[in-house]
Nanobody, 121 residues
């Protein structure tokens, strides 16, 4: 069992940066691939990026590639999402998830409650 808690969301101007954190409890954090997803108002939840259990492999959605970076620190049971060059269309609730490496939400078994990111123009 893994419990996930996101933090670091907030309001930022377009072009700015934020770093989200996903803190995990449980002894098996390093066994899981981790992912970030987001959901904007009135839209389906969408894939943002994923990182392998070791941190050695990452995959990103085309919409964030080159602007967002996922990393993890297994010693701290924490995953990060560094978001740069933010755009108003990045506004959403961001969720972290633990499970298998992949783009689809059905690959993930555990989910956090989400943190709001709002980008003003």
């Amino acid at each position: 069992q893994v419990q996930l808690v996101e933090s670091g969301g907030g309001l930022v101007q377009a072009g700015g940066s934020l770093r989200l954190s996903c803190a995990a409890s449980g002894r098996t954090f390093s066994s899981y691939a981790m992912g970030w997803f987001r959901q904007a108002p009135g839209k389906e939840r969408e894939f943002v990026g994923t990182i392998s259990w070791s941190g050695g492999t990452t995959t990103y959605a085309n919409s964030v590639k080159g602007r967002f970076t996922i990393s993890r620190d297994n010693a701290k049971n924490t995953m990060y999402l560094q978001m740069n060059s933010l755009k108003p269309e990045d506004t959403a609730v961001y969720f972290c998830a633990a499970g298998r490496y992949g783009r689809y939400d059905y690959a993930y078994d555990y989910w956090g409650q989400g943190t709001q990111v709002t980008v003003s123009s």
